[in-house]
Each structure stands twice: as C-alpha cells, then as structure tokens.
C-alpha cells in the first residue's frame, strides 16, 4: 500500500504516554520558522503568548507518536486484518469509545482503540478536519485542519504544556494546545482552531443514532506518518485503566473529585464550571453558568452532554424521559443530538453548550483553576 509521508519521519513509537518531542530549545520539530511574528492574541485567559520555551515537556522525539494521515473507513472492524504477532482478534465491541463526528451529512466514528496510539487523525469530511484525543487527560478535541484559513497536516510535536497533548503544523512549525486549541510558539502564536462538534461515546451508542456511521479502521489500513505497516496492538489497551472503566462513564459511587474523574465543562466569559458523572447520574441538571442557561444530563453510552437551554427566545426547564430522551417545553429531546423529536419545537436542536469533550478532572482544573463544581459552591 502506498504510503505518502506529509511529516517527518520518527525513530519509532515509544510505549510512554503523552506527545511527543525533539530538541527543547527548538520552536518547533520542523524549524522552519526563525522568528515569532506579531501575535494574533497575546493571551487566552489566563496564559500569555507566545508560551516559553521552559514551560514545555520534551517526553518523546517528534513524530515518535506517529498522526494517521491518510485514514481508512469501513462500516466495522470486521474485515480488519490482524497483524501475525498480535494475536488477538480486532474488534469494537458496543462498549468501546469512540470520537463520533456528524458534519455535512455524514457522519464517523473514530475509536480509542487508534488515537490512544496515534493522538492526531488528518480526515476531510465535510472540508479537513482534525481529530485529537489526548491520553493523558482524556480530552477529544475536533477542529477544521486549517492553518491561516489553509489545509494543513498536524502532527505529534513530543512536547506536553500543563500536561496535555501538543501538536505541530507542517506549513510553519507552530506549536498548538490541544485544550486552548491555539497556537502558542511560532508564526502562528495566538491563531485558534475553529472547533467542530463532537461526541466521546460508546460505538453502540453512536452506531445506534447514527446508523450509516463510517468508522476509522487501524494501520496498516490507515496510513500514518511514517508509514509503518504494523505499530501497535490495537486489540489491548496502551494504558490500562480504559479496559476497567471504558474511560466513559466510570462511576466507583465515590463523591471524591479524583485525577481521572470525568468532568464535563461549561465556559461562559470568566466564569467556568464543571460537571462530575457523580453529580448528573441521578437525572438531568439545569443551572446557570455565567449567562448562559444549561442542561447537562447523561446520553446513551454514559457520556456526558450539555445543552444552551435556549430555545426560540424562551429558557426551558429539563426532565428525564423515556427512552434516552429529556422533556421540555412539551417536547421531547434526544440527549445524545439535542434534538426535539416531537411537540410544539419538533425538529429544533438545541445549541451545545461545550465545545470540547469530557476530560479529566486534573485536565480540566489545569486550564480553568478557577472553576466551580456543581454542587459544590
């Protein structure tokens, strides 16, 4: 199989969590860029840009977390060959997490199983789209895979800043943070990601509302960066607390707020505020952040989600229904999409009021220190 190398090619995967990088006192894995123009923005809340040097990590050389950059589809991964050496079979079973993306009509699914070996999926659907996932905060972040409004490949750039996963682009070597979901060294410093809407689910869940799904199939069928044929065991975890709570929906009935605790986030200028499985199990919330009126409630494959509880001028009050639904308005809502299946506001879908997925509890409190938890003000 052909095999295009849009990155620079890697001494080879290492079996350490994170993101890679090469030399720390280089702006970029690429060096491409020998000055630091004008920043676009010169902060993102509380961070100033460009970021220095000192406050990265250098865990792994670039690239040694090899992007997929050419992504295979199929309808499962019944087909998929396995490689000699590993021996057990690949498979999705209804419990596995995936990134599920729904843009211009069609929709895909992008499993764990990969991004927990690759962090970062060059795709075009609906234009180019960028797919990350971050390990080591649990956080899924989508955006169009632009660089100054043009298609451009990312890579793994082997640097970790406030422990999370940072990518580079290939036209100028600017670094960017997958959770600000900006460019924070390099030509394009202050430069953000237009994020798209997406869903860290379960593959039942996801294949169940999105029937005609497409989900992204493991190398060697996808192509990565430096094309190996054969790099992981895509049938067991690389990290090992995934296989005991599916990194979705993990509740031990502890109250605690611990490291991997999932957390769903709500932003509204200043004010940010988080939302534990724990606090959402019992039925759907309605608060207020900042301004803004939101639901966040649980949807098929325990995930987490949250609504604008705006809708046509008039700030609704949410309930549980049936069947995976919530009731407002005298309508009824499917929780995983937001939108009213029947009643006076049949068809209307309600705004997300996140742009990111559920992450940790250390990931999130890492970006947004001061934030509240529901419950706990």
Not at 13 to 19: D, T
Not at 41 to 52: K, N
Not at 197 to 214: F, K, M, Q, V, Y
Not at 226 to 252: N, P, W
Request: negative net charge; aromatic residues 8%; contains cysteine.
């Amino acid at each position: 199989m052909r095999r295009r190398r849009f990155l620079a090619s890697a001494a080879g995967l290492a079996a350490l969590a994170g993101c890679a990088g090469d030399d720390p006192e280089a702006d970029s894995p690429t060096r491409t860029a020998t000055a630091t123009p004008t920043p676009v923005r010169t902060s993102v809340g509380d961070v100033s840009l460009p970021v220095a040097l000192s406050e990265f990590r250098s865990p792994l050389p670039a690239d040694a977390i090899p992007a997929v950059t050419e992504p295979a589809f199929g309808e499962d991964w019944s087909e998929v060959p396995v490689v000699d050496r590993f021996e057990e079979r690949l498979r999705l079973r209804p419990d596995s997490p995936v990134v599920g993306v729904e843009r211009a009509g069609q929709a895909r699914a992008y499993p764990l199983a990969v991004l927990n070996w690759h962090e970062v999926v060059n795709d075009d659907l609906g234009g180019p789209l960028l797919v990350t996932y971050c390990p080591l905060c649990g956080s899924a972040v989508v955006a169009e895979r632009t660089v100054a409004g043009e298609p451009a490949v990312f890579g793994v750039s082997g640097k970790l800043w406030r422990g999370d996963l940072v990518l580079y682009d290939r036209p100028t070597g600017s670094l960017w943070s997958q959770i600000l979901a900006t460019a924070v060294r390099g030509p394009r410093t202050g430069e953000q990601f237009t994020l798209v809407p997406s869903s860290l689910t379960a593959w039942g869940a996801w294949r169940e509302t999105h029937p005609d799904t497409r989900v992204l199939l493991p190398p060697p069928v996808s192509g990565t960066v430096d094309g190996h044929e054969a790099i992981a065991d895509y049938g067991h975890s690389k990290y090992g607390y995934e296989e005991r709570d599916q990194l979705i929906g993990y509740d031990d009935g502890s109250e605690d707020l611990g490291s991997r605790t999932f957390v769903v986030g709500v932003v509204d200028g200043d004010a940010a505020r988080a939302y534990p499985y724990a606090a959402v199990r019992d039925g759907p919330v309605n608060d207020t952040v900042g301004d803004r009126p939101v639901v966040v409630a649980l949807a098929p494959g325990n995930t987490l989600v949250a609504y604008d509880r705006r809708i046509q001028g008039r700030t609704l009050t949410f309930r549980a229904g049936e069947e995976h639904t919530l009731r407002a308005g005298g309508s009824r809502w499917r929780r995983a999409t937001g939108v009213a299946l029947e009643g006076p506001f049949e068809g209307e879908r309600l705004q997300n009021a996140v742009e990111r997925s559920p992450m940790f509890w250390d990931a999130w409190t890492a970006f947004y220190p001061d934030t509240t938890v529901y419950g706990r003000e």
